[in-house]
T-cell receptor
Framework: QKEVEQNSGPLSVPEGAIASLNCTYSDRGSQSFFWYRQYSGKSPELIMFIYSNGDKEDGRFTAQLNKASQYVSLLIRDSQPSDSATYLCAVRGSSNTGKLIFGQGTTLQVKP | DTEVTQTPKHLVMGMTNKKSLKCEQHMGHRAMYWYKQKAKKPPELMFVYSYEKLSINESVPSRFSPECPNSSLLNLHLHALQPEDSALYLC??????????????FGSGTRLTVV
């Protein structure tokens, strides 16, 4: 079992729809969770982090965390073509080394 | 200043060359990282420096040699690389300590091609 798992996609949604990206992790002691957006040929950009169970909203983005189910998700409301990118889920585990473990990434395509 | 600056942006080197990648941050972060990323794959951790000391080496071949001269600078020295080492090399920095929400800030990366 991979430490952090994501569906690689592509996930295709029409413009204006809600995109839902999912991530599961294996280390039950994981402390904090991050979503990075990466455009083709560019470096990852941090868009959300969450460390408490529940929802965290920032503009069109909502991160959801359920530690009991070891599940974290990212919702993008009113999806725009400019949201088309690869979304990387990253988890800081229980080892306190600062190391982030990345999932494989989900490619999102928002069609006009 | 919230940037991590990497130079050069692109590098082409022969298998017998020696080159260095440079990374600089002025955010006061005391942890710095080198990642390698191949196309359509996630970033893969290579090295972690914490307070200028190497704390993690993910079994990286010795042809990659990291160096942290001070708290703002991180270098990656390259020697006798193989074509399969061609990738995007990413530097990142982060806070340290007990704060649990310190994500990484990535630099723009160095696109390395080994010929």
């Amino acid at each position: 079992q991979k430490e952090v798992e994501q569906n690689s996609g592509p996930l295709s949604v029409p413009e204006g729809a809600i995109a839902s990206l999912n991530c599961t992790y294996s280390d039950r002691g994981s402390q904090s969770f991050f979503w990075y957006r990466q455009y083709s040929g560019k470096s990852p950009e941090l868009i959300m982090f969450i460390y408490s169970n529940g929802d965290k909203e920032d503009g069109r983005f909502t991160a959801q965390l359920n530690k009991a189910s070891q599940y974290v998700s990212l919702l993008i409301r009113d999806s725009q073509p400019s949201d088309s990118a690869t979304y990387l889920c990253a988890v800081r585990g229980s080892s306190n080394t600062g190391k982030l473990i990345f999932g494989q990434g989900t490619t999102l395509q928002v069609k006009p | 200043d919230t940037e991590v600056t990497q130079t050069p942006k692109h590098l082409v080197m022969g298998m017998t060359n020696k080159k260095s990648l440079k990374c600089e941050q002025h955010m006061g972060h005391r942890a710095m990282y080198w990642y390698k990323q191949k196309a359509k794959k996630p970033p893969e951790l290579m090295f972690v420096y914490s307070y200028e000391k190497l704390s993690i080496n993910e079994s990286v071949p010795s042809r990659f040699s990291p160096e942290c001269p001070n708290s703002s600078l991180l270098n990656l020295h390259l020697h006798a690389l193989q074509p399969e080492d061609s990738a995007l090399y990413l530097c990142a920095s982060s806070g340290t300590g007990t704060s649990i929400n310190y994500g990484y800030t990535f630099g723009s990366g160095t696109r390395l091609t080994v010929v």
